[in-house]
C-alpha cells in the first residue's frame, strides 16, 4: 500500500483473510475500498475486522474516516474516540482534532493535536495540524514554532511553507512570505496568498493572475472573492479587505497494518 501499489495490496491482502489474518488484511482492504470510494464495502469489512478482533483500535479509525467523508460527523467522532479509547495511537487523536477545529473547537482541537504529537514528537502533520490551529486563534508566535519544526521534518510541505507565509506576512516580512509561498507550489490556497502579497506591492496583473490559478487549482471561495474585488473596483483597494487563506490537513489520517505484505 505505501509504495501505491494498490492492486497487489488487494490481491496480499484477499489472500491474506483466506490464510486466516483476518483482522488485519481486512482493514488494509478496506482502507484501499474507501480510497476508491467504496465506502459501504469499507464499512463491511472494518466492521468484519472488529468481528475477528474487538480489541483493535484501527478499524474504529478508519471507520471514522468513512463516515466523514459520507458527512456522518457524529458518528466519525464516536468512531474516533472510541478508537483513542483502545491506544490507537496519534491517528484518531489527529482525526477527532481536526474535526474539532473545522466545529471551531479550537481548544478541544489543540489538546487532541498535543497529545498526537506526544506520541510522534517527528511528525510534520503534527506540527502542522497544531499551527493551523494556533492561526486560527491568531497565536502567531506559538503556530510559527509548529511550523518551523514541522519544515524541519518536511521541507516541502506545501501546508507549511503556506501557513508561514502568513505569519511572515502578519510580520511585515514580504519578501520571507513570498518565497514561503512560491515554495508551497500550486496549492490554492499559497497562489491566493500570494495574489494578496502582489496585490500590496501594487502588481495588480500579477495578483489577478494568482487569483485565477487558485481558482484553478481548487475552485477556491478566498480567491474568488479577491478577484471580485480586485477587478471589479476602479480606486485604491485597502489590502486589509482581501481575504488569506491558511490551510489545514485536508483530509484525516488512516491506520495500515503491513506486517503481512511482502
Known amino acids: 500500500i505505501s509504495q501505491g501499489k494498490l492492486d497487489a495490496a488487494i490481491t496480499a491482502s484477499k489472500k491474506a483473510i483466506q490464510l486466516g489474518d ?26 468484519k475486522a472488529l468481528e475477528t478482533d474487538p480489541t483493535l483500535a484501527e478499524p474504529h479509525n478508519n471507520l471514522g474516516l468513512v463516515y466523514l467523508l459520507q458527512g456522518e460527523l457524529e458518528r466519525a467522532i464516536d468512531a474516533f474516540k472510541t478508537s483513542i479509547e483502545l491506544n ?30 506526544d506520541m510522534a514528537p ?26 518551523e519544526g514541522a519544515l ?13 507565509g502568513i505569519i511572515r506576512f502578519h510580520e ?16 490554492a490556497e499559497a ?3 500570494l495574489g494578496v ?30 478577484l471580485s474585488i480586485v477587478t471589479g473596483s476602479v480606486g485604491n483597494i485597502d489590502t486589509s479587505e482581501l481575504q488569506i487563506s491558511p490551510i489545514g490537513v485536508p483530509v484525516g489520517v ?3 497494518w503491513c506486517e503481512f505484505v511482502n
Open 22 to 47: 483476518g483482522g488485519e488484511a481486512r482493514l488494509n482492504l478496506g482502507l484501499i475500498y474507501s480510497w476508491h470510494g467504496r465506502f459501504d464495502e469499507a464499512i463491511k469489512l472494518y466492521q
Open 88 to 117: 490507537g495511537g496519534e491517528e484518531p487523536h489527529t482525526n477527532l482534532g481536526l474535526v474539532y477545529s473545522w466545529l471551531g473547537k479550537h481548544n478541544e482541537a489543540i489538546t487532541l493535536h498535543k497529545e498526537a504529537l
Open 122 to 147: 517527528d511528525s510534520a502533520e503534527a506540527q502542522i495540524n497544531l499551527g493551523f490551529v494556533y492561526i486560527c486563534q491568531n497565536r502567531l508566535d506559538e503556530a510559527k514554532v509548529m511550523l
Open 152 to 164: 524541519r521534518s518536511d521541507p516541502d510541505s506545501g501546508e507549511a511553507n503556506t501557513n508561514l
Open 172 to 187: 511585515g516580512n514580504i519578501e520571507a512570505a513570498v518565497a514561503a509561498y512560491k515554495k508551497a507550489g500550486a496549492m
Open 191 to 193: 497562489r491566493n496568498n
Open 197 to 226: 502579497v502582489y496585490h500590496q506591492q501594487g502588481k495588480r496583473d500579477a495578483a489577478i493572475a494568482e487569483f485565477k490559478a487558485a481558482i484553478a487549482a481548487e475552485d477556491l471561495q478566498e480567491a474568488h472573492t479577491n
Open 254 to 256: 488512516p491506520a495500515v
